[in-house]
């Protein structure tokens, strides 16, 4: 069982060049918690993971402490929005470097790349490099449960 069977192949990317409230909208806009920034050739320079993007909205102090399960209540801080300036920067000031697999990986080589790095969803890329899809756990686990139907 290979990715290119079972990734979604409708794919919203952005260039570098998006503002982060840009690629917010187009997040919320299409409910995806990944957004692939790709270069003129469409391949792959970085991602936005929708983890990435709510870090902006967190208090400092989250960062601080081992264990938040003693805040009950983060009162007004729930209201709190990142500041205009941070919303106007490039995406390219926020993404991380993307883990791909080509479109030919088999499911359990991108789960376990998925799992080594601690992502739940990844672009997936033709035999030159261009965004063609984009896999997540969620399809990778529903592909192999479902082949488990046929065991005896």
């Not at 979604?8 to 840009?22: H, L």
């Not at 909208?25 to 936005?48: C, F, R, T, W, Y």
């Not at 729930?78 to 300036?85: F, I, K, V």
Request: hydrophobic fraction near 45%; proline fraction near 5%.
């Amino acid at each position: 069982m290979i990715v290119k069977r079972f990734m979604k192949r409708t794919v919203i990317s952005v260039p570098a060049g998006t503002t982060i409230r840009a690629a917010a909208a187009l997040m919320s806009k299409h409910h995806i918690g990944l957004l692939p920034v790709v270069d003129d050739n469409e391949q792959p320079v970085g991602v936005l993971d929708i983890h990435d993007m709510l870090t902006l909205e967190l208090p400092d102090f989250v960062k601080l402490v081992e264990d938040v399960d003693f805040v009950h209540d983060f009162g007004a801080v729930e209201t709190t929005r990142p500041m205009a300036a941070s919303l106007s920067k490039k995406v390219d000031t926020l993404m991380e470097k993307p883990v791909t697999v080509p479109e030919d990986c088999g499911l359990l080589r991108a789960y376990a790349l998925m799992v080594q790095h601690d992502i739940h969803d990844m672009p997936v890329v033709s035999k030159r490099g261009k965004l063609i899809g984009v896999i997540s756990r969620v399809d990778i686990g529903s592909a192999i449960l479902k082949a488990w139907e046929k065991v005896d």
